[in-house]
């Protein structure tokens, strides 16, 4: 089992719509977790923490869930640069490490 | 200022040359890293650098060398590499600052641009 799986997607949305998705991690000892978009033949930008109580980041909401070992995010009123791959990472201990999902593509369209 | 610098951007390079890899970062921070990206997947750690010392190796071949002349500076030597071994080259570094558990602000990781890498 990967230590972090996502869907790949593609989600393609309109403009102005709603889109989520999840990552499920397999360790539950896990610590910190992070969602960072990276485009097409760039490097990964880190786009938010994700916090135990939730957080969000103006049109970006990200939710922890413990329990089911999964982080979610969601972006509301989706903007066309909001198209890229969403990289779900988790570090599993404390020791410089993080796992990284495969990515999940978001393509927005006008 | 999150900026970590890489350079070149692009190189080409065939199976028989010495080339060396950049990375620059002026946040103080303490930790740095070299990951290897092919495309479509995700980033593959290769190296770690805590405190300007060594501190993890993923098993990568000898024909990549890191080298951490202080801790702001962070190379990658290549040498004899492999077709197989073009991809992108990326340097992230991250504060690694003793926190309080489940802060993930404690040390979260920033990546350079990235070097692209063509090995004929």
């Known amino acids: 089992r990967k230590e972090v799986e996502q869907d790949p997607g593609p989600f393609n949305v309109p403009e102005g719509a709603t889109v989520a998705f999840n990552c499920t991690y397999s360790n539950s000892a896990s610590q910190s977790f992070f969602w960072y978009r990276q485009d097409c033949r760039k490097e990964p930008k880190l786009l938010m923490s994700?916090?135990?109580s939730g957080n969000e980041d103006g049109r970006f909401t990200a939710q922890l869930n413990r329990a089911s070992q999964y982080i979610s995010l969601l972006i509301r009123d989706s903007k066309l640069s909001d198209s890229a791959t969403y990289l779900c990472?988790?570090?599993?201990?404390?020791?410089?490490?993080?796992?990284f999902g495969a990515g999940t593509t978001v393509t927005v369209r006008a | 200022d999150t900026e970590v610098t890489q350079t070149p951007k692009h190189l080409v390079m065939g199976m028989t040359n010495k080339k060396s890899l950049k990375c620059e970062q002026h946040?103080?921070?303490?930790?740095m890293y070299w990951y290897k990206q092919k495309a479509k997947k995700p980033p593959e750690l290769m190296f770690v650098?805590?405190?300007?010392?060594?501190?993890i190796n993923e098993s990568v071949p000898s024909r990549f060398s890191p080298e951490c002349p202080n801790s702001s500076l962070l190379n990658l030597h290549l040498h004899a590499l492999q077709p197989e071994d073009s991809a992108l080259y990326l340097c992230?570094?991250?504060?690694?600052?003793?926190?309080?558990?489940?802060?993930?602000?404690?040390?979260?990781?920033?990546f350079g641009p990235g070097t692209r890498l063509t090995v004929l």
């Open positions: 650098y805590s405190y300007e010392k060594l501190s």
């Open positions: 990472v988790v570090e599993p201990s404390n020791d410089y490490k993080l796992s």
């Open positions: 994700v916090y135990s």
């Open positions: 946040m103080g921070h303490r930790a």
């Open positions: 992230a570094s991250s504060p690694r600052t003793l926190g309080l558990a489940g802060d993930a602000s404690t040390d979260t990781q920033y």
